[in-house]
């Protein structure tokens, strides 16, 4: 019985990561009310619209070769690997009892990662509200016990202070203004509020090793030049789910290593 719940999990996430994907572009493309949610799904190209065995999550990608079944052209595939991110992230919550919040959380990032890759931008407004949620669970629980939440609120303020000011150092006040957005750093922020100092500073050095490692193999495969901007919010988003389920048996594997050492 328990294996049910961990499939449906599953295929709640893959479902769900379709809708957001389809919910995103529209949003992107500017449709209005009811349009945005009523709307058949259609081809980029063609226009033709796609058919319920072209609309399976990760499943239709593969038996379509990656291509339109009206047309051939070729899809995306961030599509099906995002709908199997979301589906195993959301079974990794479920299998670890995560708190509740962890799922809207996921959903956010999830949401926020498609903007950051297409513009390497986030859009402001949903990125105050997350923010201000932040501030709100932080208050509420720190009114409930009675005492400020011992977060990573200090250390989510501390990291930020000395990027920005590390990036003013190294390329100038006025090319850091016009060249990086603060939308990374604000998701940062708000994760902060939702963690512990541990777990927050092992999200950060999880999601630079990451980016790290797929900047180095972009570079090998000359995909990436020194001009090129790397979106960060899919490696905090990565790292985020990393934390929230196996942040616990990761910390004392390092424990374990640094007593050794």
Known sequence: MQNIFYITIFCLGLVLASFLNALMYRIDKEYKY??????????EKCKKQLQWYDLIPVLSYIFTKGKCSKCGKKINIYYPISELFLGI???LLYYTSSP???????????????????????PQTPTLL???????????????NHELVSNALLSGLLLILGI?????LMYGFKNFKEGFGFGDFLVLLTLSMF???QQFWLLFWISIFIA????ILGFITKKYNRKTALPLLPFFTLGYIVVVTYSEPILK?????????
């Open 130 to 144: 997350f923010l201000l949620s932040g501030l709100i669970y932080t208050v509420i629980n720190s009114f409930l």
């Open 195 to 197: 963690l512990t100092t």
């Open 253 to 261: 594997y390092l424990s374990s290593i640094l007593i050794i050492l």
């Open 212 to 215: 790290l490692i797929v900047s």
């Open 100 to 122: 509740w919040y962890t799922y809207v959380i996921l959903v956010i990032l999830f949401s926020l990662t498609y903007f950051d890759l297409v513009y390497k931008a986030i």
């Open 89 to 91: 992230s959301m079974f």
């Open 164 to 168: 920005t000011l590390l990036l003013i």
């Open 34 to 43: 009811p349009e945005i949610f009523i709307k058949p799904s259609h081809c």
